[in-house]
């Protein structure tokens, strides 16, 4: 992933699909790491799975890799499809029976669609959809459309809170895009001259750069913390915590890059829109710090602790 | 040099810890002073002798240090669950708490047997007081600058000088001050030492400094030709700086940096549980409890780190500065919160705990390393100076 990098990214990004790199990692048997070693996995563990997200993230790959390993978790083997599986964040029907999913992450490089349907986890197949066009020039999110009948129940919508986990899935990106946008920033800072130095021996610079630093940190700690569970998915509150941060971390990450970089910063050609681009998207992308600041809090009043010490040392992964 | 973003790994506290935290429940349940919010909102600047001997009794003061001076013989993890306890309900635990966070383990680290024979025991037992004596009038963050100066004589140091923004010196019985004993000013980190002070001896004089919140946390310190005996020294001569050093990841690592407000943050969420929270307070509860979240990963990642003797400077001033800014936004939130509706019935002591806080909050990035000096630490450790 790291080889392709930036390259794959763009060519996604300008509709051209990336069916050789679908097909090298489906053939290399990565999009079954999750899945236990008797169903032909890797049994990995979820706090073994955050690397790979964080990767995926730092590396801008244009596929929904994260999601469709993640999807051997919550769908039996003998539904599981073959190709990219993304996650919807919402699902609605219309008068006319009509599914649609506003939004999709990934949507442009999935097969399928895996969304809350009432009270069933149900597997939508891309192929059967409308697309319908956003119009944001070199995103991957699009609108999808079915006619009624498509889609097919693969599990109860109890079995996961597939909100939660499609958030969490984007902190870990975010926790990887933010490092690499922090890596090239730091970078930049220390080759770019002007006025006879390098403009990362101007304090100004120096101290946006500390802030950012401690963002970047936030973030990766937040998201991996979130993956230390010992059980098959992590809590909802450990999730919420991750992408509270994430979203609202990635902000000032994002911009604290561009300041930095001046012009060059946001031309099409040099890579930093890239990954800035995204950490936008993945910050709204199942809800913003403002969704998981709300169910926190809302947490918070329910729960019986006097300490809010008590209540955040009883969020864990 | 290893990447500083890779040093932020979630780490958890060892199992026992929780059994040592049930313990300090305990403890606090039953030796707590019955203070109103307003006053356990002082938290970590609270001096209350009493509660620290108290601590002491229970083998709680000076946590980490060797038993054979005293101490509990217990690791940074268990210190870390008994601060977060303490910190959590506003502890009154000023009088011991620099004794037992850096003067003690500074003496444990440089100290000759007798002085650790000497004062570990009493810091221990909570019969010892210790303040820093670093600020002075014209050396605040240019700490090296320091102009107080003590003469070899006759085998002995004759110190003379003065020192400022002390806190609680008018209450301890010692301050380890940091000095010039060697060269001039121009030397800056060379020629400085430190010693440890008995507060009694004539030639001193203590005043203290009324806050803006009306308290008196902090005082100047006069030095009149003291004679301090040759033991008084710490370590060599012209340690001071390496010493003063070592102090500031102590000093600056612990979960204070973040707790300082944490109980008026309670005290408004008790309001807010009373009545009908609105969806923005309750957005805002969820923001404090995210960041708080996180922070607590932070801190105990460091802590981890001094358990395993090493020394996270870099990484403790960035902790640093995150726990103080969240510190200081949480008078901030609530008073936007509580202002939302100036016809609304008026929670008195909610509103002195605020009052409180927000008051004393800017000292929150100022005490420790103040949040300039701190990010350029961190510029230091990312590679940008």
Partial sequence: MRAQGAGAARLAELDHGVPALRQALEESGFFEVLASE?????????????????????????????????????????????????????????????????????????????????????????????????????????????????????APAASVDLQALGALLHAGL???????????????????????????????????????????????????????????????????????????????????????????????EFELQLYTRRLHEWRMAHGSEVYWNSILGNNVLASGHALITDFVRGVIA | MPDLLDQFRPATLPAESEGFRQEVKKFIAQHLPMLPVDVRARSWAAFDAGFSRRLAERGWVGLTLPSKYGGAQLDAFSRFVLLEELLSVGAPVAAHWIGDRQSGPLILKYGTENQKAFYLPRICRAEAFFCIGMSEPNSGSDLASVGSRATLCNGAWRLNGRKIWTTHGHRCHYAIALVRTSGEAADRQKGLSQFVIDLSLPGITIRP??????????????????????????????????????????????????????????????????????????????????QLATLRHMSITITRKLARGENPVVEAALVKDLGTTFEQSIPDLIESALGADPTASVDMELHRALAYVSQIAPAFSLRGGTREILRGVIARGLGLR
Wanted: hydrophobic share 45%; net charge negative; with cysteine.
């Fill in chain 2, 209 to 290: 400094i009324e806050d803006l919140s009306g308290d008196q946390h902090f005082c100047e310190m006069f030095f009149d030709n003291v004679d301090l005996p040759a033991a008084a020294l710490i370590g060599q001569e012209g340690q001071g700086w390496e010493q003063a050093t070592a102090e500031l990841a102590f000093e600056r690592s612990g979960p204070e940096r973040l707790y300082s407000s944490i109980v008026l943050l309670d005290r408004w969420i008790a309001m807010l549980r009373s009545g009908t929270a609105k969806e923005a307070d309750r957005a805002v509860v969820g923001r404090l409890t995210a």
């Fill in chain 1, 38 to 154: 008797d169903e032909n996995g890797a049994g990995l563990e979820m706090r073994q799975f955050y690397p790979i997200v964080a990767l995926c993230g730092a590396t801008a790959v244009p596929l929904p890799l994260p999601q469709t390993m993640v999807a051997r978790l919550l769908v039996p083997p003998q539904h599981i499809p073959q190709g990219t599986i993304t996650i919807a964040p919402a699902l609605a029907e219309s008068a006319n029976d009509e599914i649609i999913c506003r939004l999709v992450p990934f949507a442009k490089t999935a097969d399928h669609v895996l969304a809350i349907r009432g009270s069933e986890l149900i597997l939508l197949p891309v192929a059967s959809a409308t697309m319908l066009p956003g119009g944001v020039p070199r995103s991957l999110t699009a609108s999808l459309t079915w006619q009624r009948g498509c889609g097919r129940c693969v």
């Fill in chain 1, 174 to 268: 975010i926790a990887g895009a933010a490092k690499r946008v922090f890596d090239m920033t730091l970078q930049y800072a220390n080759e770019r001259t002007q006025f006879g130095r390098s403009i990362g021996k101007f304090q100004a610079i120096q101290h946006q750069l500390s802030v950012m630093a401690e963002y970047v940190a936030v973030i990766a700690i937040a998201a991996e913390a979130a993956f230390q569970t010992g059980r098959r998915l992590p809590s909802v509150l450990a999730c919420a915590v991750a992408k509270s941060r994430a979203s609202e971390a990635a902000q000032l990450v994002a911009a604290t890059a561009h300041s930095v970089h001046g012009a060059i910063g946001i031309t099409a």
